[in-house]
């Protein structure tokens, strides 16, 4: 056996194996912060990159999410997943929250980021969710629901 | 010539020809709404794949994209642009608004959807939008601004 141990690794650690994609606003401000640059979103944006060093994410610098309410924002997409965006972020604390939430979401088999263990600027700060593409739901109960 | 002449033919009633898709939250209700069904969500959902007859769009019911605060909401979706999320939608009145929607952001080559000719309910209730999922941008002059 090799001294490091993959069966023992913490989750946490390793690289993701799905396609992920953090896209970071990078004009976002808060209506209290000066209007001087750069921006916190920049701010954000770097230390998203410096957090994912090694867990196979990429983090992308983007002009506007459209989330200039309740910015600073981020966007977490996976392919064949739902994609998440969130707001009321902090540039100096939710770095590493961006990159648990790429850890969840990648590893969530079916498509949608789970709510237990997810970080706590991830429960306050979602924005709206996004279906795949092709998602189409089966859901008879919301039918029967709905007949009059 | 036929007696059908394309060229004169008006844009806004010809099917899209990329793949575009209209998420619409069949669990919404504004929080003055009553708890009954059908909700207001749904009758969203039949009003838009009603009037999205002919145009190539396909209209898909969701549970919850997660903007229960402004609903009723819905996505747009299409292929190598940028995806787009709406709240504050009325179920009586905004089908037309999301096809009118799709079809502009169908017609985008540059992959945004314009905000001239956008229907009103559009802009007011535009919550995120989301880039493709590999969208990376060159912005060497936002990169300038943030030199220290």
């Known amino acids: 056996m090799s001294s490091i141990d993959a069966t023992t690794k913490d989750p946490a650690d390793a690289a993701v194996v799905v396609p992920t994609t953090i896209h970071v606003c990078i004009t976002c401000r808060r209506p209290t912060d000066p209007d001087t640059f750069p921006r916190p979103g ?64 990648a590893a969530a088999d079916d498509g949608v980021m789970p709510w237990r263990n997810r970080p706590e600027a991830l429960k306050r700060g979602l924005i709206a969710r996004v279906p795949p593409f092709d998602h189409e739901e089966v859901d008879p109960d919301a039918a029967a629901k709905e007949s009059p």
Do not use: H, M
């Open 42 to 105: 920049a701010l954000l944006a770097r230390a998203t990159a410096t957090a994912a060093v090694g867990a196979n994410i990429a983090v992308r610098r983007v002009r506007c999410l459209a989330n200039c309410n309740r910015g600073l924002s981020a966007a977490i997409s996976c392919e064949r997943r739902w994609t998440y965006v969130f707001g009321d972020l902090e540039a100096t604390r939710d770095a590493v929250a961006l990159i648990e939430g790429a850890r969840l979401l």
